[in-house]
């Protein structure tokens, strides 16, 4: 069974001396280190396409009487 990491009492200089089997704290709390190469995947971002672009950015009303005011200029 894991158990955490007794306390030292102020002894830093020596190692813990013990047969207990410790868990790693640091692999617990941010996960077990893989060591692959690691590849940022930025390029994939802002690929996509969005279904709104479609969508007329003015509306019916104003079109026709941008039409109008461009037909009697015309």
């Known amino acids: 069974m894991r ?7 102020h002894d830093f200089e020596n190692p813990i001396i013990t047969e207990k089997v ?3 704290t640091n692999g617990r709390i941010h996960g077990e280190k893989i060591p692959t190469h ?9 690929t996509g396409r969005n279904a709104a672009d ?14 109008e005011i461009a037909a009697q200029v015309a």
């Open 3 to 9: 158990e955490h990491i007794p306390k030292r009492h």
């Open 22 to 24: 410790f868990d790693n």
């Open 54 to 67: 479609n969508i007329p950015r003015i509306g019916l009303k104003t079109q026709n009487i941008e039409r």
């Open 38 to 46: 690691m590849v940022p995947i930025s390029n994939f971002w802002g």
